[in-house]
């Protein structure tokens, strides 16, 4: 647990993306349990990628989020409920089995539903967390693949307060260091913006001891934000 620091401790607005990073690096496999007040959530990991996330709060189960979504009527669904529980399967395989949804349906529901428990919980400014250190952590039928550097990009994208982007970066009169390790791997498919494209590519540079790219294109007014927020989540 080297990079992550401890097995457990309190959760920070920076805490979260500094955890997923760590376990990325040190390729570890478990779950991250996530507490706030009465909330917890759970990421799992194999091996460093995030392979599903859990949480206990109503919102957030795959049922409400397909009703929201207008997949299914709230009828059908307690209807699965009740053959769920004769049959034991879960809730994904028996909406496929009774044909309320198509297993390609299911399966994009599911990876929206795990992205969203995991943004979600960059929101927490406190909290509690406790790595479960497991060989495997979820099924293999069950598990997806999310790059541990997406999530970090865009759950720091999502604090809307200015003033957890500052305390994230620190001292903005301090001198960054030239990092040791090469910079996490992103997804290709995530929505970069040009600017935040720059500053990945002057991440990268500095790292392999190239010149310095151009200087960032300029923002608009409410964009501002967003070369800040890409360099935190950089800075993790």
Same mark, same amino acid.
């Given at each position: 647990?080297?990079?992550?620091?401890?097995?457990?401790?309190?959760?920070?607005?920076?805490?979260?993306?500094?955890?997923?990073?760590?376990?990325?690096?040190?390729?570890?496999?478990?779950?991250?349990?996530?507490?706030?007040?009465?909330?917890?959530?759970?990421?799992?990991?194999?091996?460093?990628?995030?392979?599903?996330?859990?949480?206990?709060?109503?919102?957030?189960?795959?049922?409400?989020?397909?009703?929201?979504?207008?997949?299914?009527?709230?009828?059908?669904?307690?209807?699965?409920?009740?053959?769920?529980?004769?049959?034991?399967?879960?809730?994904?395989?028996?909406? *496929?089995?009774?044909?309320?949804?198509?297993?390609?349906?299911?399966?994009?529901?599911?990876?929206?539903?795990?992205?969203?428990?995991?943004?979600?919980?960059?929101?927490?400014?406190?909290?509690?967390?406790?790595?479960?250190?497991?060989?495997?952590?979820?099924?293999?039928?069950?598990?997806?693949?999310?790059?541990?550097?997406?999530?970090?990009?865009?759950?720091?994208?999502?604090?809307?307060? +200015? *003033?957890?982007?500052?305390?994230?970066?620190?001292?903005?009169?301090?001198?960054?260091?030239?990092?040791?390790?090469?910079?996490?791997?992103?997804?290709?498919?995530?929505?970069?913006? +040009?600017?935040?494209?720059? *500053?990945?590519?002057?991440?990268?540079?500095?790292?392999?001891?190239?010149?310095?790219?151009?200087?960032?294109?300029?923002? +608009?007014?409410?964009?501002?934000?967003?070369?800040?927020? *890409?360099?935190?989540?950089?800075?993790?």
């Amino acid at each position: 647990m080297s990079r992550i620091l401890s097995r457990y401790g309190n959760l920070s607005e920076d805490r979260l993306a500094e955890l997923i990073r760590g376990i990325c690096l040190d390729r570890k496999s478990g779950v991250l349990h996530l507490f706030n007040m009465e909330m917890s959530k759970r990421l799992y990991f194999n091996r460093g990628s995030i392979v599903f996330a859990g949480s206990d709060v109503d919102e957030d189960r795959l049922g409400e989020l397909l009703i929201r979504e207008g997949k299914v009527k709230r009828s059908d669904l307690d209807f699965a409920w009740q053959v769920m529980k004769r049959t034991g399967q879960g809730l994904a395989e028996t909406l *496929v089995e009774m044909e309320f949804l198509p297993p390609e349906e299911i399966k994009a529901q599911s990876v929206r539903r795990m992205k969203a428990i995991i943004y979600s919980a960059f929101t927490w400014t406190s909290g509690k967390y406790r790595f479960e250190e497991l060989d495997n952590p979820v099924d293999e039928d069950v598990a997806m693949n999310m790059a541990p550097a997406g999530a970090i990009m865009e759950g720091i994208r999502r604090i809307q307060d +200015p *003033v957890i982007i500052r305390n994230i970066l620190g001292d903005l009169k301090g001198v960054i260091r030239q990092p040791n390790t090469a910079p996490l791997p992103y997804d290709e498919e995530n929505d970069f913006t +040009p600017q935040e494209i720059v *500053v990945m590519d002057l991440l990268a540079f500095a790292w392999m001891g190239l010149p310095r790219l151009p200087t960032l294109p300029p923002c +608009p007014g409410s964009a501002r934000t967003k070369p800040c927020s *890409v360099f935190a989540a950089s800075c993790r």
